[in-house]
């Protein structure tokens, strides 16, 4: 059974960087095909993809977001790493993880992380 | 890619039969997925390669189309079918703003 669940800090103050950290389980990281994204949804609104990492460290990033996030991966603990820099009110929301299958579309999504940027 | 549905809101009666639209701004060929969403939940996913229902789904659950233009059939609605729904290309994984299917 695939599972990914998210963690990291509920409340971050603008300008702070934001890390959070996606922990699978039920497949491997390093299989090929494999992926694993980071998606955001903003209250009331659809969700915006932000970054995906592949099986083979490769990596892709939203044009919106590039400039700002960053997606790494820990093979040895099963887990994939967001961070995000010069966090804003307006990138309140709940941040999911999801694992891509090989077709190219997010399968299994986590329970997701609620994050509120205020001071 | 943008990615517009329409409507933005559709009220059927349970039992009744729903059809909902998704536009891309460019092709994006079979790339086509269709999720459901409920409050306090993740998206699941229903619909991939625009009409290969996700393990699970129940056969009411259909997608059509091609290219820029796709549609979600929900027949026979049943009470757990009435939530907001996205379509989403993953050439670039954009998705449409959503549309929620409510009780008539």
């Known amino acids: 059974q695939i599972t990914l669940k998210e963690s990291g800090p509920t409340l971050v103050k603008p300008t702070q960087t934001l890390t959070l950290t996606c922990s699978v389980s039920g497949f491997s990281l390093t299989t090929s095909g494999v992926g694993v994204g980071w998606l955001r949804q903003p209250p009331g609104k659809a969700p915006e993809w932000l970054a995906l990492?592949?099986?083979?460290?490769?990596?892709r990033y939203s044009p919106s977001f590039k400039n700002r996030v960053t997606i790494t991966k820990d093979t040895s603990k099963n887990q994939v790493i967001l961070t995000m820099t010069n966090m804003h009110p307006m990138d309140t929301g709940t941040y999911y993880c999801?694992?891509?299958?090989?077709?190219?579309?997010?399968?299994?999504w986590g329970q997701g992380t609620q994050v509120i940027v205020s001071s | 890619t943008v990615m517009t549905q329409s409507p933005d809101t559709l009220s059927v009666s349970p039992g009744g039969r729903a059809t909902l639209s998704c536009r891309a701004s460019?092709?994006?060929?079979?790339?086509l997925a269709w999720y459901q969403q409920k409050p306090g939940q993740a998206p699941r996913l229903l619909i991939y390669d625009v009409s290969t229902r996700a393990t699970g789904v129940p056969a009411r659950f259909s997608g059509s189309g091609s290219g820029t233009e796709f549609t979600l059939t929900i027949t026979s609605l049943q009470s757990e079918d009435f939530a907001v729904y996205y379509c989403?290309?993953?050439?670039?994984?954009?998705f449409g703003q959503g549309t929620k299917v409510e009780i008539k």
């Open positions: 989403q290309q993953y050439q670039s994984w954009t």
């Open positions: 460019q092709t994006v060929y079979r790339n």
């Open positions: 990492i592949f099986w083979d460290d490769d990596k």
């Open positions: 999801a694992n891509r299958i090989p077709r190219g579309v997010f399968s299994d």
